[in-house]
């Protein structure tokens, strides 16, 4: 029996396996179901008494999950875990980093002051660090953070003849640069206006001398969409081919898959969120994460993959 179990929740059980493959450790499925009245029944096994425990749970839709995951950390421990970290591919409450309106709740803090609680440890991927200059800033227990950029490259450079990276806003010119150099390709970024959470408003940048290459549509989140959408019909007036689009989660709220996939020659995703556009695995990078986590050492450090 091997000392590190991994926990998953069920939607997450396939990428559970492939960590639990990854770390060559045990899986087991976190049993869940809800009481009549709503109340959430987790179940684990009898005992995990002397073992390192991993629960795996990506954040995506998070509220119906946040009480089950304490409840399986906290149960972990009572059932004898040496230790209980936290496999979350996408976090969530991200975005909310600072109080844009009078009385708004700056959600990403108390998120992070919630499981730094419940947690020994953090390992995630290409969290939404806007205002943040690391997860350290809100979370006081030891964290990776896996970079997805040299693995989206990966793919572009094996399947996108003589691409262009483009990033959608300003925001993200760090990241799609880092993408580019990894497979030597040019790279431009856009300027991006938010009108609303689904409304925004972009102005192309001169990609007159690009005219020959196959654009490439990059980014950490789509949600709405909206962003990707308008920067590929943008494209399109310039007189480019649709764009191929690879982003690390794919949130895609609502009709935002049907949405883009009619804007997009294809659209890839990593499988930090179950998707069918999942074509680039994060699975070893994690397990590599992990291990470092577990150290004993670790304990009382932080940092990046």
Known sequence: MSKVIILSLPEDVAFGRGLAGALGAEHAEISWRHFPDGESHVALLESLTGRAVVINCTLVHPDPKFAPLLFVADAARDLGATQVGLVAPYLAYMRQDRRFHAG??????TFARVLSSSFDWLATVDPHLHRYASLDEIYTIPSRVVHAAPLLGRWIGENVANPLILGPDAESKQWVSEVAASIDAPYAVFTKTRLGDRDVRIDPSDLNRYA???PVLVDDIVSSGRTLIEAARLLEKAGFPKPVCA???ALFAGDAHVALS???ASIVSSDTVPHPTNAISVVQELGTA?????????????GKM
């Open 104 to 109: 708004e709740a700056i959600t990403s803090r």
């Open 212 to 214: 020959q290459h196959h």
């Open 247 to 249: 982003v690390t989660h």
């Open 262 to 264: 009619g804007a997009a």
């Open 290 to 302: 992990v291990r470092v986590l577990m150290r004993p050492e670790s304990s009382s450090s932080t």
